[in-house]
C-alpha cells in the first residue's frame, strides 16, 4: 500500500503490426527482452507510456523515452 496515488493502466495482449514493433523502440531494446513478442510489446508499451504519462508528455515524448535496462 502506498501513501500517495498510483495509476493502473491495462494494456491488451494482442498481435500488432510490425511497423509499430519498431516505432516505439530500438532493436538495442528489444534485446532487453530477447525478442519482440506480443507480450514483450505489452511490457515496453507499457512502461514507457508509464513513464511519459507521470512527465506529461504523453505518448508524443515516445520517439525520445529510451529503455536502459529490465529487471
Given amino acids: 500500500v502506498k501513501k500517495h496515488p498510483v495509476g493502473l493502466d491495462v494494456e ?3 498481435p500488432r503490426r510490425p511497423q509499430l514493433y519498431a516505432r516505439i523502440a530500438s532493436a538495442a531494446e528489444w ?7 506480443a507480450t514483450n510489446f505489452a511490457r ?15 505518448t508524443r515524448g ?7 535496462q529490465v529487471e
Fill in 31 to 37: 534485446r532487453h527482452f530477447g525478442d519482440a513478442t
Fill in 12 to 14: 491488451a495482449v494482442k
Fill in 62 to 68: 515516445l520517439d525520445h523515452c529510451t529503455l536502459e
Fill in 44 to 58: 515496453l508499451w507499457s512502461a514507457k507510456e508509464a513513464v511519459l504519462k507521470e512527465l506529461g508528455l504523453g
